[in-house]
T-cell receptor, first 116, second 116 residues
Framework: AQTVTQSQPEMSVQEAETVTLSCTYD???????LFWYKQPPSRQMILVIRQEAYKQQNATENRFSVNFQKAAKSFSLKISDSQLGDAAMYFCAYRTKQTGGSRLTFGEGTQLTVNP | DADVTQTPRNRITKTGKRIMLECSQTKGHDRMYWYRQDPGLGLRLIYYSFDVKDINKGEISDGYSVSRQAQAKFSLSLESAIPNQTALYFC???????????????FGPGTRLTVL
C-alpha cells in the first residue's frame, strides 16, 4: 500500500517571501499521480497543483510550483510571493494509475501561517 | 450553486445514536467517495462507489455504512455513533469518463460531526 508523509505539521512565512512544503511518499509503482490540496479555514478542499510521475518536468501553476524528485520519492510544494490568502492547511496526495484506482491517499497535512 | 453539497454542515449527536450524512452532486460524475479528516492524520477513505451497484470499503470502514441511492447521491451512516467518530467528513466525486487522465476529485464543503 502506498503511504504519504508530510513531516512539517506547521510552517510559517512572511508575506511576499517564498516557502517550501515537504512531502515524501512510498510506492512500488512506476507511474502515478501526485497532488497538492489547499484547505483554508472555510474547510473547502481546493486542488492547487498536480503532477504525473512519468512527466519529468515540474508542474507550475502561477505562484505555485513543485519539485518532483521521483527517485527520492519526494514532491515538495513551493509557494512564491506568499500572500495572506495562502494561509491554510496543505495536503499532499497520491493516486495510483492502476485500472480502477481513483482513490486518494493523503499525507497528514501542513498548516501554513502567513505573517504580514 | 455548489456542484457537490453535503448536509448537514454541522451536527452534534450523542453516543449510540444513528446518524446519516448526505452528499449530492450535480456534476454528473459516476464515482463518489467518503473521507474522514482528523487532526494529524489527514484524510482517510471510508467508502467509495464507482457506480450505483459498485460500492467498496476504504481503509477505515468499520462502524460505517453507505448507500448509493442514485448516481448523484451517496449517503454515509453511523449506525451507533461513538465519540471517536468525531471528525470532519468529506464527500468527493470524480468522473472516470473524462478525457483528462487525472480524474480529479471534487470535494464537498464537509460536515463537522461531534459525538458526545
Amino acid at each position: 500500500a502506498q503511504t504519504v508523509t508530510q513531516s512539517q505539521p506547521e510552517m510559517s512565512v512572511q508575506e511576499a517571501e517564498t516557502v517550501t512544503l515537504s512531502c515524501t511518499y512510498d510506492t512500488s509503482e512506476s507511474d502515478y499521480y501526485l497532488f497538492w490540496y489547499k484547505q483554508p479555514p472555510s474547510r473547502q478542499m481546493i486542488l492547487v497543483i498536480r503532477q504525473e510521475a512519468y512527466k519529468q518536468q515540474n508542474a507550475t501553476e502561477n505562484r505555485f510550483s513543485v519539485n518532483f524528485q521521483k527517485a527520492a520519492k519526494s514532491f515538495s510544494l513551493k509557494i512564491s510571493d506568499s500572500q495572506l490568502g495562502d494561509a491554510a492547511m496543505y495536503f499532499c496526495a497520491y493516486r495510483t494509475k492502476q485500472t480502477g484506482g481513483s482513490r486518494l491517499t493523503f499525507g497528514e497535512g501542513t498548516q501554513l501561517t502567513v505573517n504580514p | 450553486d455548489a456542484d457537490v453539497t453535503q448536509t448537514p454542515r454541522n451536527r452534534i449527536t450523542k453516543t449510540g445514536k444513528r446518524i446519516m450524512l448526505e452528499c449530492s452532486q450535480t456534476k454528473g460524475h459516476d464515482r463518489m467517495y467518503w473521507y474522514r479528516q482528523d487532526p494529524g492524520l489527514g484524510l482517510r477513505l471510508i467508502y467509495y462507489s464507482f457506480d450505483v451497484k459498485d460500492i467498496n470499503k476504504g481503509e477505515i470502514s468499520d462502524g460505517y455504512s453507505v448507500s448509493r441511492q442514485a448516481q448523484a447521491k451517496f449517503s454515509l451512516s453511523l449506525e451507533s455513533a461513538i465519540p471517536n467518530q468525531t471528525a470532519l467528513y468529506f464527500c468527493a466525486t470524480s468522473d472516470s469518463k473524462r478525457i483528462s487522465s487525472y480524474n480529479e476529485q471534487f470535494f464537498g464543503p464537509g460536515t463537522r460531526l461531534t459525538v458526545l
